[in-house]
């Protein structure tokens, strides 16, 4: 889920599945529900399956990137994700605060 957002913070989703493509997609989806995050949850389930609907040659140079890009196929999805409320900082720290005892030993 880090590599999730922070893929998706810098780059949109496109940056995400470039750099991380399926590794891991089904555990995050997952995760996300776990935490709460039900808005960024479902953004990642339609992401996954516009990625996976087509097959898809890596991008191979910085010109290939840019046109991909500009194509803006992931546009709506990276728009919904910067507006899911709450956060997924503001999940992580209600999950932390729910479950400290599980992260966190106070002596």
């Known amino acids: 889920m880090f590599w ?3 893929e ?3 780059g949109g989703h496109l940056q995400y599945f ?7 997609l089904e555990a995050t989806v997952e995760a996300l529900g776990i935490l709460g995050a039900s808005c960024q ?13 087509i097959t898809r040659e890596r991008v191979r140079t910085v010109e ?8 803006d196929e992931f ?4 728009q919904r994700f ?5 956060s997924l900082q503001q999940c992580l720290e209600r999950h932390l ?10 002596a």
């Open 97 to 106: 605060e729910k479950h400290q005892d599980r992260f966190v030993t106070v």
């Open 41 to 53: 949850q479902q953004v990642l389930r339609e992401a996954r399956e516009l990625f996976l609907s």
């Open 64 to 71: 290939e990137y840019v046109s991909t890009a500009l194509a």
């Open 4 to 6: 999730y957002e922070s």
């Open 18 to 24: 470039e750099n991380r493509r399926v590794e891991h």
């Open 8 to 10: 998706v913070q810098n």
């Open 75 to 78: 546009g709506t999805l990276d």
């Open 82 to 86: 910067g507006q899911c409320s709450p």
